[in-house]
C-alpha cells in the first residue's frame, strides 16, 4: 500500500479508460473458459444467437441474455449440487456458501481457492475504504453459517490485520459484553439490527447506546445504511461514524462501500465485475450518469466456479458519477431498494425505504419502525398504500401526527397513504434482514421446492 488512503491505490484511482482495455480483455478470457465448461451458458447463448466469439469490447455485452435468480434455482434443482451453470467441480471448491433463501429454495455458490482469495482481496478493499485498520476491534454482528456475511468477511478483517471477534446474530447480550470487555471499536451488521440494539442496550443495560464507545458502524445486508433519516438515528444514538457496504452472495460477498465523503458507495470490484445500470421493466441499458436510477447488472471476468454473465441482481440503485473527495475515480451509488419491493400506486413507483425515510424524519414523535401491508400481491396497489407506524415517546396528539405524517408521504411521494398509529415497541424488531413489506396473503411455494 503506497497510499494508505486505499488498499489498492492502482485499481481504485485508475482511469476509466485503462479500466475499461483491462476488463475487455478479461472479459473476452472469461467467456471463453464460460463456453467450454457450463453447459447452461453454452444453451443460453446459442438459444439467444449471441456469439462470445465475436465479442470485441465491453459495449458489446449487452447483446447478451440476461441470467436470472430464478434460473440459477432450478439449474441446481436439475443439476446437483451446484448446477449446470456451474464451471468447476466440487473437486475444486474450497467452500460453498449460500444465498439467504427468503423466498424459494436457497441457491448455493461454490468457491476454488482462486474465488475465495479474489473474495478476500474485494472486500479488504471495501471494509479499508469503509475506515477499518488493523488497530481495530470489530464486532461481527452478522450470521457465521452459510451467509456470505460470514466467513468472507472474516477473511477480510484478519486480511487487513484487525481483530476478529464472530459473535454473529441472536446474541445481542454476548455482543454488548464483548464490547465492553474487549475494547470493540467497530460493530458490522444491518441497519434493522442496529436500530434494535439501540432500544435492547435501553432497556436492558439501561445504558444510552453511544456508551459503548464504538467509533464506526458498518452497516449492509438491506438498504438503510443509505436512508438519510435512518443513518442519522444510528449515528446519534451511537455517536459514530456510519457507512454502508453491498454485495451478493452470487457474485461477491461485499464488493462496494461508502467513504468518509458518506456520498454513496464505491465501486471497488472493477476487475472481477462488470456492471451494468438498466431499465427493470424494459431492459434498456443506462450510461453511468449523475442521477440514473435502474436495477444493477454484473457479470464475472475473473470467476472460476459459478461464473454469472449479465445477472440481474434485483437491488435498484441511483448513480453517483461526480468526483468524490476520497480521490476514488470509479462510479458509486445508493441503493434505493430491491426491484421485487417496488411498489406502483396509480403509476407512482414506492420504495420502502423512502417511505421509511419520510417516517423517521418525524422522530422522536415515531420511533421510525414502520410497515407497509399488502392485501394482494404486487406490484401494483390499489390506494390508499396502508402502513402501520409506531408513535413515538414525544408524541401527544396522535390525531394530528397521523394526519401530518400521511400529509408528507402524500406531498414526498405523490401516492394516498392510510397510517394507522401504533404504541411504541408494537412492530416486529429485526437481528437479521429487515421485512418492510407484511404479506397478508398466502404466497404459492416455489415450484423447483418446498419452502
Avoid at 73 to 98: D, I, K, W
Avoid at 269 to 283: F, N, S, Y
Avoid at 319 to 331: D, E, I, K, L, Y
Amino acid at each position: 500500500m503506497l497510499d494508505e488512503r486505499y488498499w489498492n491505490l492502482a485499481v481504485e484511482t485508475a482511469a476509466p479508460s485503462e479500466l475499461t482495455k483491462t476488463q475487455a480483455a478479461k472479459l473476452r478470457r472469461q467467456l471463453r473458459y464460460v463456453l467450454d465448461r457450463s453447459p447452461f451458458y453454452q444453451r443460453k447463448f446459442e438459444e439467444a444467437g449471441f456469439d462470445a466469439a465475436r465479442l470485441r469490447d465491453v459495449d458489446d455485452l449487452s447483446r447478451a441474455p440476461f441470467t436470472h435468480k430464478e434460473e440459477l434455482r432450478e439449474s441446481q434443482v436439475e443439476h446437483p449440487p451446484l448446477g449446470e451453470h456451474a464451471a468447476a467441480g466440487m473437486e475444486e471448491v474450497l467452500r460453498v456458501h449460500s444465498s439467504t433463501g427468503t423466498t424459494g429454495r436457497p441457491s448455493y455458490v461454490g468457491l476454488t481457492r482462486r474465488d475465495r482469495d479474489a473474495w478476500t482481496e474485494v472486500v479488504s478493499r471495501v471494509y479499508w475504504c469503509e475506515g477499518l485498520r488493523p488497530s481495530d476491534v470489530l464486532i461481527h454482528g452478522f450470521g457465521l453459517g452459510f451467509f456470505v456475511g460470514g466467513l468472507p468477511l472474516k477473511d477480510a478483517v484478519e486480511n487487513i490485520g484487525a481483530t476478529f471477534v464472530p459473535i454473529g446474530a441472536g446474541s445481542s447480550h454476548l455482543l454488548v459484553h464483548s464490547i465492553e470487555n474487549l475494547g470493540g471499536t467497530v460493530l458490522t451488521c444491518t441497519p434493522s439490527y442496529a436500530q434494535y440494539l439501540a432500544e435492547f442496550v435501553r432497556e436492558r443495560f439501561g445504558m444510552e447506546p453511544d456508551g459503548l464507545g464504538l467509533r464506526r458502524m458498518m452497516l449492509g445486508a438491506e438498504p438503510g445504511g443509505g436512508i438519510p433519516a435512518i443513518r442519522r438515528k444510528i449515528s446519534e444514538d451511537y455517536g459514530a461514524l456510519i457507512t454502508e457496504g453491498l454485495g451478493n452472495a452470487d457474485l461477491i460477498g461485499v464488493f462496494a462501500g461508502s467513504c468518509d465523503e458518506a456520498d454513496g458507495m464505491h465501486f471497488l470490484a472493477p476487475d472481477h465485475m462488470i456492471l451494468e445500470v438498466i431499465d427493470p421493466v424494459t431492459e434498456d441499458v443506462f450510461e453511468w450518469e449523475d442521477g440514473v436510477e435502474g436495477e444493477l447488472v454484473a457479470t464475472h471476468i475473473d470467476r472460476e466456479c459459478c461464473p454469472l454473465v449479465r445477472f440481474r441482481t434485483g437491488d435498484r440503485i441511483k448513480v453517483r458519477m461526480s468526483p468524490c473527495g476520497c480521490g476514488r475515480t470509479g462510479p458509486r451509488w445508493t441503493c434505493v431498494g430491491r426491484t421485487d419491493d417496488m411498489l406502483i400506486v396509480r403509476g407512482v413507483t414506492v420504495w420502502p425505504s423512502a417511505v421509511s425515510d419520510v417516517v423517521g424524519e418525524l422522530r422522536p414523535r415515531t420511533t421510525g419502525a414502520v410497515q407497509i401491508l399488502l392485501g394482494a400481491p404486487g406490484p401494483g396497489v390499489e390506494p390508499p398504500l396502508r402502513l402501520q407506524a409506531e408513535y413515538g415517546p414525544e408524541a401527544t396528539d396522535l390525531d394530528a401526527l397521523k394526519g401530518e405524517m400521511e400529509g408528507l408521504l402524500r406531498e414526498r411521494l405523490v401516492v394516498e397513504c392510510d397510517v394507522e398509529l401504533l404504541p411504541p415497541g408494537t412492530l416486529p424488531r429485526f437481528e437479521m434482514k429487515a421485512q418492510p413489506i407484511r404479506k397478508l396473503y398466502e404466497e404459492p411455494l416455489f415450484r423447483g421446492g418446498t419452502r
